[in-house]
């Protein structure tokens, strides 16, 4: 029997996700969805291995919370609100916040890597949402035919390489490197 209670924290980190998002988005560009470059993300939270050697351990949560594109930080935050509903009534919000941070801050801090500078800034939240979609997913097929999970895993990766080569594919002009 799953317990009736409010997920707090998933309505906490949603709200706050797209607070910050949108208003670090209106300061840089004066609209809510305007265009922004990612450099621009550096002194609001975006980090590189470098601040998190000067001790900025700040930014290990608030670049979780800032997004290049508001239409993806949309997108993530539904994904965390459906996500959030369920998984944190089953497993609890110290140990759902928990995954959020660390998954989120060690993938972030990972993804740094995988582009050159100065385009090297970590941002976003969607390592984080990746880890909880991976713990529910583990939830589940604990109680159903691993089956329906293997098959829902292939199909989310075949849609999401789908649109990421798309997306570079679209991006192989100069102006790729806007973000925006």
């Known amino acids: 029997m799953t317990e009736r209670r409010?997920?707090?924290?998933?309505?906490?980190?949603?709200?706050?996700?797209?607070?910050?998002?949108?208003?670090?988005?209106?300061?840089?560009?004066?609209?809510?969805?305007?265009?922004?470059?990612?450099?621009?993300?550096?002194?609001?939270?975006?980090?590189?291995?470098?601040?998190?050697?000067?001790?900025?351990?700040?930014?290990?949560?608030?670049?979780?919370?800032?997004?290049?594109?508001?239409?993806?930080?949309?997108?993530?935050?539904?994904?965390?609100?459906?996500?959030?509903?369920?998984?944190?009534?089953?497993?609890?919000s110290s140990v759902f916040l928990s995954i959020w941070f660390i998954a989120g801050s060690v993938g972030t801090f990972s993804s740094t890597f995988t582009v050159p500078e100065p385009w090297n800034l970590g941002t976003g939240g969607s390592q984080a949402i990746f880890s909880l979609s991976c713990c529910w997913a583990d939830h589940v097929s604990k109680k159903r035919n691993c089956r329906e999970i293997i098959a829902g895993c292939i199909s989310f990766n075949n849609f999401t390489c789908v649109r990421f080569r798309s997306y570079f594919q679209r991006a192989s002009s100069p102006k790729s490197w806007s973000c925006g």
């Open 6 to 92: 409010i997920p707090y924290a998933t309505l906490v980190l949603v709200m706050s996700t797209v607070v910050v998002s949108l208003g670090v988005n209106f300061q840089i560009s004066g609209s809510l969805f305007g265009k922004i470059n990612i450099t621009e993300l550096e002194p609001f939270g975006g980090f590189t291995y470098k601040h998190i050697l000067d001790l900025e351990l700040w930014r290990l949560v608030v670049s979780q919370l800032i997004h290049v594109k508001q239409y993806h930080m949309l997108y993530n935050a539904l994904s965390l609100l459906a996500l959030g509903c369920i998984l944190e009534r089953k497993i609890g």
